[in-house]
């Protein structure tokens, strides 16, 4: 098997969102237009006609080459149709061209040199009741309390709302952040991708809201945000729970993103999610980079 380090102005996007899309391991961060926008500029480990890929979102200080997963990117690593082997793994890992990395690598990318990560996952294609009834009693508890205060979910809310809300609950968030959020919003909605409902109070104001990634057949959280009245109304907990409700009996999974952070992940295992991990690769910088990068 032969593989190649593609820069950027040489990858055949085309050829590398069909492999995308027709991998067994799916993941809708990998696609083109979304390495983009979080890394500019980013370049590719690929085999002959993009059987097995691999991007590779480098960075530069001082001139410096090194990988580091981008904001809002839970996963990359190698992506395929085929069965991607412990071989192929280990033939990617030796042709990274750099010396310093961090990446992500898929569910699907397991070998002996990775970190294992918690990601929860939930099935959807159980009677909503049959999935509902796995709840924890912490969790039903809280959608009767969201119920209770009057919380209004809407399926489908704009960009400019959601991003309003973020900026008020994260006031010392940078531009760039924001820009980059609003950037990966209006393409995914534009591709039909990306949607986000929000949980309004009896005033009409949006107190919550949550973006869902429609990336073959999962459906990712991305951008979850709650002011302090949703958290005492427990917004997000119903948000959820409309999510499920509307997908039930169909052959989507939620993905939750995590977390490693035992209170979230808490919350995830409350909506019956499971564990279906994902993995660290890390190679340490030279001493002479050590502080520097």
């Not at 080459?65 to 412990?86: A, H, M, R, W």
Request: aromatic share 12%; net charge positive; charged share 25%.
């Amino acid at each position: 098997m032969q593989i190649q380090h593609l820069q950027h102005k040489h990858i055949d996007f085309r050829k590398w969102d069909d492999t995308i899309l027709s991998s067994a391991n799916h993941l809708g961060y990998a696609y083109s237009w979304y390495l983009d926008i979080v890394s500019p500029g980013w370049e590719a480990l690929v085999t002959d006609d993009y059987e097995f890929i691999m991007p590779l979102p480098v960075k530069r200080k001082y001139k410096i080459p090194y990988l580091v997963q981008p904001v809002l990117t839970q996963q990359l690593g190698i992506f395929s149709k085929n069965e991607i082997s412990d071989e192929v793994i280990q033939l990617f890992i030796k042709n990274i061209p750099y010396y310093s990395y961090e990446l992500n690598m898929n569910e699907r990318n397991f070998n002996a040199e990775v970190t294992k990560l918690p990601n929860y996952v939930l099935k959807l294609n159980d009677p909503y009741e049959n999935i509902q009834h796995k709840y924890s009693k912490n969790t039903v508890r809280n959608i009767e309390k969201a119920q209770k205060n009057n919380v209004r979910i809407v399926d489908k809310i704009e960009i400019e709302e959601f991003i309003s809300l973020f900026s008020q609950v994260n006031p010392n968030a940078i531009a760039v952040i924001k820009s980059t959020y609003r950037a990966i919003l209006t393409t995914g909605t534009k591709n039909k991708m990306i949607t986000i409902s929000g949980a309004y109070n009896t005033k009409d104001e949006l107190i919550a809201g949550i973006c869902h990634f429609f990336t073959g057949k999962r459906i990712v959280c991305l951008l979850p945000v709650s002011n302090a009245e949703a958290k005492k109304n427990s917004a997000m907990f119903l948000l959820i729970d409309s999510l499920i409700r509307t997908f039930a009996e169909t052959d989507r999974i939620v993905d939750f993103e995590g977390s490693q952070i035992e209170g979230i992940a808490r919350f995830y295992r409350g909506f019956g999610a499971a564990d279906q991990p994902y993995y660290l690769l890390k190679k340490f910088r030279p001493n002479f980079l050590v502080g520097r990068i």
